[in-house]
């Protein structure tokens, strides 16, 4: 009933930028917070930009002041803006979404499939 779809993942060398978006579609009543994960080969997802219905946006200490998470609550998207990229922050990016359908009384994350991101001279 709910699909998360990202777009934007590629190759970029180091300092360059990229823009991932991802759009959440289905029968959606609610979502409250929105944001990605990333996992890198040998490591455990981390969690690295959320953004709340309220406004409230946190950020891994790796990534702040580099990235940045937006959101627009009428297309039910989020978006992650990464600037000054560095080789570490090669990984799968993952959108989620805290959300309850229409049909159900209780809110659940849910995952994309994951977008890669290579920084690579």
């Known amino acids: 009933q709910v699909q998360l779809v990202e777009s934007g993942g590629g190759l970029v060398q180091p300092g360059g930028s990229l823009r991932l978006s991802c759009a959440a579609s289905?029968?959606?009543?609610?979502?409250?917070?929105m944001g990605w994960y990333r996992q890198a080969p040998g490591k455990q997802r981390e969690l690295v930009a959320a953004f709340t219905r309220g406004g409230t946006t946190n950020y891994a200490g790796s990534v702040k002041g580099r990235f940045t998470v937006s959101r627009d609550n009428a297309k039910n998207m989020v978006y992650l803006q990464m600037n000054s990229l560095k080789p570490e922050d090669t990984a799968v990016y993952y959108c989620i979404a805290d959300l309850r359908l229409t049909s159900s009384y209780y809110y659940t994350l849910y995952w994309g499939q994951g977008t890669q991101v290579t920084v690579s001279s």
């Open positions: 289905g029968s959606i009543f609610s979502i409250n917070t």
